[in-house]
């Protein structure tokens, strides 16, 4: 009697045991699912050429703009690029520059390919929204008691760049600077009154100018038509030149060897003073073309500036009785 109650004991315990670790088995957490999720790159370049981006943002298109992915103390310089890793999936991407012009793409697709931006000037946001029209811009420039009034009228054609200078002045920076604008978009320069040199550029690099323009105490308005784009004629005889300027002995020529980026401003000043007047006035040194400086001979510090602001510099030239010439090239940049 006493071995059966034993065995009863011994099995009631084995039973106990088995159903606790039935229990353990039960309330085991599952495995963890080693699968990661697919990551593709997305790399924005900077494709500005003369303006930093500040601030990216790169958010799913159901989602509301989120953090900046630079950071506060980091900018992209032109020429630089910026790389993260997304999902795959719909996405929402704005880059804004140093003027605080956005650069937007919606509803991108990103699929298992990496994905690059090169961010140019011709993703600029525009201000026409799908469902409703923004009025236009006016942006305000200079100072002065009158002002010179540019709209752009060109029916489709925006406009890159406006310069407004004296006419016996050189040509001074771009008053739009990296705004465009769009049709009906104007710009307001403020000046003093007097006679003027106005030119504006558009995106396919035609020029329209006035000369010699009378601007008094009314101001002066300018809706820029395509009537009034410069004839290739023109442009041939007003900048496709060689022009010979100085009162000295010794020719300094200068020739456009860019290939294909025109040259607005040219220096040429003695090594042990500072820069003087820029050597071609209102004039542009496109391709293949020439100034030539006449000096005194002695040492001569020289400067070229281009159509983007770019310059090339040559320190210290000796210049002596049979002058010197610059082929102007690329690898000259500073």
Not at 25 to 41: F, I, K, L, S, Y
Not at 62 to 68: A, G, L, M, R, Y
């Amino acid at each position: 009697m006493m071995k059966l109650a034993l065995l009863l004991s011994v099995l009631a315990i084995a039973l106990f045991a088995a159903c606790g670790e039935q229990a353990d088995e039960g309330t085991q957490a599952p495995a963890e699912d080693t699968d990661e999720t697919a990551m593709v790159e997305i790399t924005i370049t900077n494709g500005l050429e003369m303006w930093d981006i500040y601030y990216i943002l790169i958010d799913p298109s159901d989602e509301i703009w989120s953090e900046d992915r630079l950071g506060e103390e980091d900018i992209l310089a032109p020429g630089e690029s910026f790389t993260i890793e997304i999902e795959e999936g719909t996405w929402d991407m704005t880059v804004e520059d140093e003027d605080g012009d956005t650069y937007t793409l919606w509803q991108v697709e990103i699929g298992p390919e990496d994905y690059q931006w090169n961010v140019t000037i011709d993703d600029l946001d525009s201000g026409w929204g799908e469902d409703e029209f923004i009025e236009p811009q006016i942006i305000e420039t200079g100072e002065g008691s009158t002002h010179i009034a540019i709209t752009n009228d060109l029916q489709g054609w925006d406009i890159y760049w406006v310069y407004v200078d004296p006419a016996d002045a050189s040509r001074s920076d771009d008053r739009l600077g990296s705004n465009v604008l769009f049709q009906d978009d104007q710009i307001i320069v403020r000046v003093d009154p007097g006679t003027y040199y106005i030119q504006v550029e558009d995106q396919d690099g035609d020029t329209y100018t006035l000369r010699e323009v009378e601007v008094d105490a009314a101001g002066f308005e300018w809706p820029v038509t395509l009537g009034d784009m410069d004839p290739i004629s023109d442009v041939e005889v007003h900048e496709g030149f060689s022009l010979d300027t100085g009162d000295g002995t010794a020719p300094v020529t200068v020739v456009n060897d860019l290939g294909g980026w025109d040259i607005f401003n040219v220096y040429v000043d003695p090594s042990d003073g500072p820069w003087g007047d820029d050597r071609l006035g209102t004039e542009i040194l496109t391709e293949s073309n020439d100034i030539t400086i006449w000096v005194d001979p002695g040492t001569y510090d020289m400067r070229v500036q281009d159509v983007d602001g770019d310059t090339y510099t040559l320190w210290e030239i000796d210049v002596d009785e049979n002058g010197y010439e610059w082929a102007v090239a690329l690898e000259d940049m500073d």
